[in-house]
């Protein structure tokens, strides 16, 4: 069977994603406020909305002033796209105008695969033996780290979906991230920021395993960014893969993040300039590729030691939750 081309021919909406896992409990479902702030980083993050930002951006009561554009946005694309669809605008397409009618709900999910590589939410990972919540991000010159909330996912007119990750990230200061002399980047996990800018999307991602970093201790981790291995889209093969109850590419869970309480106790304020600097510090060379002979059915899996004897993994149910 033949892989089906994007129903909607949007670069944010991707057939990619698959999310999935038990309904989250009401605590996670998104506020009014939290669609609105999630409807409007996609907007000036989707490249095709490029052209009308700059537009608003250029108008003389905006004169460049970007709060006022950040307020007032939104509300201009929704106009303009219900204005011009008849006109034959270039910039003007169906699925603009689906996005610009902002998302008619917000479903919330614990787990997600994006190409064949499994994300889990930190309440649900810290019940695991294995680590799927670590997460990356690249900004303009500076890479973002943290550990993932939760899924989301905005459904627009038509069943259109896009595909958030809601992320709690750590601070990018100086004195919270720092790297050696051999290029490892350790993190300081107690530490957050960013906590009115949580969104992501899912595409954008790239998985992080967390390893204690035993020189520093405490709440910092040695970073390590996850490269699949023999992991291809099934439209490059021309073959079928299984479905979502599958479970993809897996690494073993990091001990003692902070969770969120502890966090705020310690959280120090963040800035958004990382400095590199050298230290002598000794580290233990750990391979978090290195595979052994349990999971032999499934060869891209790694576990550690039996850390949580009496941990059980929770079971997967697909339902949607919509709050």
Same mark, same amino acid.
């Given at each position: 069977m033949e892989e089906h081309a994007p129903r909607f021919n949007l670069s944010i909406v991707s057939s990619d994603v698959e999310v999935g896992g038990a309904r989250l409990s009401a605590e996670y479902a998104l506020s009014d406020e939290e669609i609105a702030i999630a409807h409007w980083w996609v907007l000036i993050n989707c490249e095709e909305v490029k052209y009308w930002k700059e537009l608003h951006l250029n108008f003389p009561e905006?004169?460049? =002033?970007?709060?006022?554009?950040?307020?007032?946005?939104?509300?201009?694309?929704?106009t303009w796209m219900d204005m011009i669809k008849s006109d034959d605008n270039p910039n003007?397409?169906?699925?603009?105008?689906?996005?610009?009618?902002?998302?008619?709900?917000?479903?919330?999910?614990?787990?997600?695969?994006?190409?064949?590589?499994?994300? @889990?939410?930190?309440?649900?990972d810290s019940r695991r033996r294995t680590q799927n919540s670590g997460v990356m991000a690249k900004g303009h010159g500076l890479d973002y780290y943290g550990v993932l909330h939760s899924v989301v996912? $905005?459904?627009?007119?038509?069943?259109?979906?896009?595909?958030?990750?809601?992320?709690?990230?750590?601070?990018?200061?100086?004195?919270? /991230?720092? /790297? =050696?002399?051999?290029?490892?980047?350790?993190?300081?996990?107690?530490?957050?920021?960013?906590?009115?800018?949580?969104?992501?999307?899912?595409?954008?991602?790239?998985?992080?395993?967390?390893?204690? =970093? $035993?020189?520093?201790?405490d709440a910092w981790k040695i970073a390590n960014i996850v490269h699949p291995r023999?992991?291809?889209?099934?439209?490059?093969?021309? @073959?079928?893969i299984p479905g979502?109850?599958?479970?993809?590419?897996?690494?073993?869970?990091?001990?003692?993040?902070?969770?969120?309480?502890?966090?705020?106790?310690?959280? @120090?304020?963040?800035?958004? @300039? $990382?400095?590199?600097?050298?230290? =002598?510090?000794?580290?233990?060379d750990v391979d978090p590729n290195e595979e052994t002979d349990d999971d032999s059915d499934d060869e891209l899996r790694h576990r550690l030691p039996d850390i949580n004897s009496d941990t059980e993994e929770d079971s997967s149910d697909d339902s949607d939750y919509e709050p």
């Open positions: 905006v004169d460049g =002033d970007l709060e006022y554009h950040n307020m007032t946005f939104a509300n201009y694309f929704r003007w397409s169906h699925e603009l105008l689906l996005l610009a009618m902002q998302p008619q709900r917000a479903r919330v999910y614990p787990t997600c695969t994006v190409n064949s590589v499994k994300f @889990v939410s930190e309440e649900r996912e $905005l459904v627009y007119a038509e069943g259109m979906k896009v595909h958030l990750f809601k992320c709690r990230w750590f601070d990018t200061g100086a004195q919270s /991230m720092k /790297m =050696d002399q051999y290029g490892n980047l350790s993190v300081n996990t107690a530490t957050s920021a960013y906590e009115d800018d949580p969104f992501v999307f899912a595409t954008s991602v790239k998985q992080v395993f967390y390893l204690d =970093d $035993l020189a520093k201790g023999n992991i291809y889209r099934a439209a490059t093969l021309g @073959v079928t979502p109850e599958a479970d993809a590419y897996q690494e073993p869970n990091a001990v003692g993040i902070h969770d969120v309480a502890t966090v705020r106790q310690n959280n @120090v304020k963040h800035g958004r @300039v $990382l400095r590199i600097r050298d230290e =002598d510090s000794t580290f233990i």
